[in-house]
């Protein structure tokens, strides 16, 4: 179970960029986080596994205090939680396979890993990654030579090589077309489902979230503005989903259609 | 009636109406460059005659000593005070109106014709009078080769002016060249009271046992045994044996001092000396040395972009903003190190070699200190540029898994650094190996310090040899970093 109280979140230049989000979510939840681009998303997810640290506030996770966490003690946290990105952000020069084995960073030797050293186990089981998003042809090619799409294919086989307990997706089909959304949340539904990890992600289009959130979190300015299930969700008409995304973009929509809204 | 302030205003003072009009920086423009064109063309006016004082003097000597330039700088000057004063009404902001700037730079154009002494006609006049060393520099391979050789030398005394000595028989040696002069006495030509040659004895010279035809030249040496070769009708005297190796000629006895202290019998040689080819070509000096100087230079080039790249990393992320910015004093430390760098950078490798030659001496470690110094600079900001450019992304990723910050280095930092890394470091081995055949020019050792001596002492075609080979080595050196950097990126 994961419980995030007043948690606040203010940058070097004076940005807010969370104020005083707190909510509670049980494992095996599929969390979906709306709202438009600068409203707290990616912020809230880095805050999880404290690659931003928060200002103020706490995160327990488990029983454990992921703020005060140190050191080793926040490597193991890290390492238990995998991390999809809206760019991939997969090391480009190195082979799909390294890109999937660095997801094994956090429990090897630090020595051995210098040199791109890694145990028999960890290569079966990055291949049995790989074989899950169904690239092994593409192991030995150079990350940059691959697709979008088959990009963030590694990046899920890379979070699944972390065996988490928890996933963060950070707009993970933002940069991809919307058929490849469906395949690529479909991994994640699918690591949610069949393992019960929890997974916290941000998204876009109104039909993705009602297609895979069980629950549901609205952001503006850096504050929860919708709490809901999927039920609710999927009961939620465009004009409501609107409102979450706020007047302003609204009103630019009544023009022409407004990205950051994706309806 | 409102136009007629800023003409005015123009008139007398060119830029004046556009101030009026509120085109300041236009005017101001206007102003500076009017007002740099008038102060050239007083100086160099004054140049043009500069013995000379008064207006009219001066004016009328530059007048006569260059009209065509008088005359342009004249006409065309007037042409822009009054096109200032029309633009002066005319311009808006509205419409561009580029027309007196290009008058300005055509005046430009002309002063800088001027002073920088452009001369088409000497270009042209001297073409065929430069054409003789450049085609040595073009094609030297003449030089570039030699052979072994070996002297085949006989030769026969002659008394002077006393037929009554005799002189020891000669003996004829089998396989040894053979000389011998009919008759075995003469008088020297001498000069008399009116400074006219009067023709010495004609004899006659007989040899064999030399290699047939091949020109034997022919040496005269005098009772000190000075030796020179006679010339008959303004040419060197020279033989060609025949296909026995035998040959027969008659000369006149060379004209020849003898010093009023000499003593006793005096006697003199003639000498047939034929030089021949031993075996087959061997490299001669010019390109020995130059193979080697230019061995010296590409590790020059070498030494340089190692100490270089050793000296450059630890300087790079000092100058590096992302890594730099995080409190005021690492931000104080980034920019004094960009400070120095762009400083050191700004000043050529030839004026560090000069330095370095003052403090190490002449040769090539003064050569690798200057490059290295420049080296330091140039790789440093290219590192640092490098660094700066990193994708925050991968490292974001990598710390998600919980990897440590020596593994986050490796794993997401590394990886992003070495192309550019590798492609910097090649281009200014690159640059360091072009930069060493120029900088022994001012002694900093490799092959510009042999370049700049072949052509002090006018060796054009050693010099040529140089030229081809920093040609070539400069060519595949671009060629192969090129290749390289292709590869890595």
């Known amino acids: ?263 | 009636m409102k136009n007629i302030a800023p003409i005015i205003l123009s008139l007398i003072f060119p830029g004046a109406g556009h101030l009026y009009r509120k085109h300041i920086q236009r005017g101001l423009l206007i102003i500076l460059s009017f007002t740099s064109i008038i102060g050239l063309s007083i100086s160099r006016i004054s140049l043009l005659a500069h013995r000379y004082e008064g207006f009219f003097p001066v004016l009328k000597k530059a007048f006569s000593n260059n009209p065509g330039f008088i005359i342009f700088l004249f006409l065309f000057t007037v042409l822009l005070w009054i096109w200032i004063a029309i633009d002066s009404v005319k311009y808006s902001t509205l419409k561009k109106r580029p027309g007196v700037f290009v008058l300005i730079l055509v005046i430009f154009f002309g002063l800088g014709w001027q002073i920088s002494e452009i001369d088409v006609v000497k270009a042209a006049v001297q073409m065929p009078d430069a054409w003789k060393p450049l085609s040595k520099v073009l094609w030297p391979w003449k030089a570039a080769i030699t052979y072994k050789t070996e002297e085949l030398t006989g030769g026969a005394d002659l008394v002077i002016d006393d037929p009554d000595y005799v002189l020891p028989a000669l003996n004829r040696t089998e396989g040894k060249p053979f000389v011998e002069t009919d008759p075995r006495w003469g008088s020297l030509s001498t000069l008399d009271k009116n400074n006219e040659i009067v023709k010495g004895t004609s004899i006659t010279v007989r040899g064999s046992g030399f290699t047939p035809g091949e020109v034997g030249e022919v040496w005269w040496l005098d009772s000190i045994s000075n030796e020179f070769r006679p010339r008959e009708g303004g040419q060197y005297l020279s033989v060609t044996p025949d296909s026995e190796g035998k040959f027969e000629f008659t000369m006149t006895l060379p004209y020849r001092l003898i010093p009023p202290s000499a003593q006793g019998v005096q006697i003199n040689r003639v000498e047939i000396r034929q030089v021949r080819r031993v075996g087959g070509p061997i490299p001669a000096d010019p390109l020995k040395l130059t193979i080697a100087r230019m061995v010296e230079t590409i590790f020059m080039g070498m030494m340089a972009t190692i100490f270089g790249i050793i000296l450059s990393i630890p300087v790079s992320f000092l100058a590096a903003r992302n890594i730099m910015s995080g409190s005021w004093i690492t931000v104080a430390v980034y920019y004094f190190v960009r400070t120095v760098l762009n400083i050191i950078r700004s000043i050529e490798p030839l004026i560090w070699a000069l330095i370095a030659v003052v403090w190490v001496g002449l040769g090539p470690f003064a050569g690798i200190l200057a490059l290295t110094i420049h080296s330091v600079a140039a790789l440093g900001k290219l590192y640092s540029e490098g660094i700066e450019s990193i994708d925050p992304g991968p490292i974001e990723a990598i710390k998600a898994t919980g990897a440590d910050s020596i593994q986050t280095i490796m794993f997401a930092i590394i990886p992003q650094m070495i192309p550019p890394f590798v492609s910097f470091s090649i281009y200014r081995w690159d640059i360091n190996v072009r930069m060493s055949t120029i900088i022994g020019l001012v002694g900093g050792g490799g092959i510009g310090f042999l370049l700049v001596q072949y052509i002090r002492l006018l060796d054009y075609q050693a010099a040529g040899i140089a030229v081809w080979f920093i040609a070539v080595t400069v060519a595949i050196l671009d060629y192969v970093s090129a290749e390289i950097r292709r590869k890595f990126i």
């Open chain 1, 1 to 263: 179970m994961l419980e995030i109280k007043n948690l606040s979140k203010t940058y070097g230049d004076g940005t807010k960029a969370l104020k005083n989000v707190s909510f509670n979510l049980e494992d095996g939840e599929f969390l979906v986080i709306i709202g438009l681009s600068g409203s707290g998303k990616s912020t809230l997810l880095r805050c999880i596994n404290r690659l931003v640290e928060p200002t103020s506030g706490s995160i327990t996770w488990n029983g454990a205090d992921i703020c005060a966490a140190k050191g080793a003690d926040l490597r193991k946290i890290r390492s238990q939680i995998g991390m999809v990105f809206q760019h991939f952000n997969l090391v480009k020069r190195l082979s799909v396979l390294n890109n999937v084995l660095s997801g094994r960073l956090g429990r090897v030797n630090t020595w051995k890993s210098l040199y791109y050293k890694f145990s028999k186990k960890d290569y079966e089981d990055a291949f049995s990654a790989l074989k899950k998003v169904g690239i092994t042809q593409q192991a030995y090619k150079r990350a940059d030579e691959l697709s979008g799409g088959q990009q963030q294919r590694v990046g899920i086989a890379r979070a699944i090589m972390q065996e988490p307990l928890m996933v963060l997706a950070d707009e993970p089909v933002a940069s991809l077309d919307p058929v490849l959304a469906h395949t690529i949340l479909g991994y994640i539904e699918r690591m949610n489902q069949e393992q019960n990890i929890t997974v916290i992600c941000s998204l876009h289009y109104l039909d993705l979230v009602q297609r895979y959130a069980t629950r549901v979190i609205g952001l503006k300015d850096g504050e929860i503005v919708y709490r809901g299930t999927g039920e609710d969700i999927r009961q939620m008409t465009d004009r409501e989903f609107k409102e979450i995304y706020g007047e302003e973009a609204e009103r630019v929509n009544a023009g022409k259609p407004v990205k950051g809204a994706g309806l």
